[in-house]
């Protein structure tokens, strides 16, 4: 298996615009996770879906933020309008499972810079 | 609130040394904590985890320790290689009898190993 896919690797936007961010997990597994990473917060679990459906999306920083899977193999977290605040590396990670047990496996991440 | 707080924030060391990395957590209730390795550019990869009756787990040179009842963990690094340069976060997970996982994460120690 290639791994957790992420595209693209890099984005520059310009303040106001839509972005959109993309994710291909590895086949089989049941959940998956997108995390945002910054100097100064570190990483944050914004929302995790188990079997396509959203479990938890209180880590979504505002309605701006939006993240959907439709399928087992694609999701997408979008960014409307997106501000120079949202600039980050944002990862995609699947598992197998949520037991303690099983790892995440993480995308390369996306770096997002908003101007 | 719960938080992670890794030490130290940086640290340099020759090839073939050995490293202590610190983390205490505030997270309660515990259910498991996990190191992670960063490298620059990547997405983190999981070293070790451990639950609360665990107090030492290896992965190679790495050797994660658990002390439940301070609520400390430390990971050690033996006779560091320059492909040790990374950072290494440190994630605790709380137990929740709903099933929700929400980890909190620590915000990485950079290691700079110099030949």
């Known amino acids: 298996d290639a791994g957790v896919i992420q595209s693209p690797r890099h984005e520059v936007t310009e303040m106001g615009q839509e972005v959109t961010l993309r994710c291909k997990p590895i086949s089989g597994h049941d959940y998956l996770f997108w995390y945002r990473q910054t100097m100064m917060r570190g990483l944050e679990l914004l929302i995790y879906f188990n079997n396509n459906v959203p479990i938890d999306d209180s880590g979504m920083p505002e309605d701006r933020f939006s993240a959907k899977m439709p399928n087992a193999s694609f999701s997408t977290l979008k960014i409307q309008p997106s501000e120079p605040r949202d600039s980050a590396v944002y990862f995609c990670?699947?598992?197998?499972?949520?037991?303690?047990?099983?790892?995440?496996?993480f995308g390369p991440g996306t770096r997002l810079t908003v101007l | 609130k719960n938080q992670v707080e890794q030490s130290p924030q940086s640290l340099i060391i020759l090839e073939g040394k050995n490293c202590t990395l610190q983390c205490n957590y505030t997270v309660s209730p515990f259910s498991n904590l996990r190191w992670y390795k960063q490298d620059t550019g990547r997405g983190p990869v999981s070293l070790t985890i451990m639950t609360f009756s665990e107090n030492t787990k290896s992965n190679g040179r790495y050797t994660a320790t658990l002390d439940a009842d301070t609520k400390q963990s430390s990971l050690h690094i033996t006779a560091s290689q320059l492909s040790d340069s990374a950072s290494y976060i440190c994630?605790?997970?709380?137990?929740?009898?709903?099933?929700?996982?929400?980890?909190?994460f620590g915000r990485g120690t950079s290691l700079i190993v110099h030949p």
């Open positions: 994630v605790v997970s709380p137990y929740s009898s709903g099933g929700s996982y929400i980890p909190t």
């Open positions: 990670a699947s598992s197998l499972q949520l037991a303690y047990t099983d790892t995440q496996y």
